[in-house]
């Protein structure tokens, strides 16, 4: 039987689904609510549409799991979107070709809550590369982290204004 290669977390903010999306379109708001630490800096402006991107300067130093990668830069690409719904994206990097791994979010509105479900997904990564490579990149303790660090940013409105 082969292990699952996709982690799917939800959670109930109290909170709009606009609010939110707000949150998850922003690169600095993939900065507030990273709980893994490897995030350090974003450069771009939120995103609108599949293909948009934006930039961030990672640190691999948190996880522990590359000696010696330290910092380096990715370039986040967007391929889903639909306002308030969902957004996910991949990461072009230093390795090439892409590892295809995928990240997102859907957003269920429910009354003045939203069901918010986080996933990560590696399913499409070249069976080659996870069996030589740190796979999965992020734990599932780190998507149920960032969901509260969502709610929290959220509820009291910590996204630093543009």
Do not use: C
């Not at 986040?76 to 295809?100: F, H, M, S």
């Amino acid at each position: 039987m082969s292990e699952p290669k996709r982690f799917t977390i939800t959670r109930t903010i109290p909170a709009l689904a606009g609010d939110i999306f707000a949150v998850l379109r922003d690169p600095r708001g993939h900065l507030a609510i990273d709980a893994s630490g490897m995030l350090q800096d974003v450069e771009g402006d939120p995103v609108s549409a599949v293909g948009d991107r934006f930039l961030v300067h990672m640190d691999r130093e948190p996880l522990n799991d590359i000696p010696g990668m330290g910092r380096y830069d990715v370039t986040v690409v967007i391929t889903d979107y639909e306002p308030d719904r969902r957004i996910a994206w991949t990461i072009d990097g230093t390795i090439q070709p892409p590892l295809r791994h995928i990240y997102g979010y859907t957003l269920e509105p429910d009354g003045d809550a939203t069901r918010v479900t986080s996933f990560y997904d590696w399913s499409q990564v070249d069976p080659g590369r996870i069996e030589s490579s740190v796979f999965p990149v992020i734990p599932e303790v780190g998507l149920r982290a960032t969901l509260g660090i969502l709610d929290r940013t959220v509820r009291l409105g910590l996204l630093p204004r543009r």
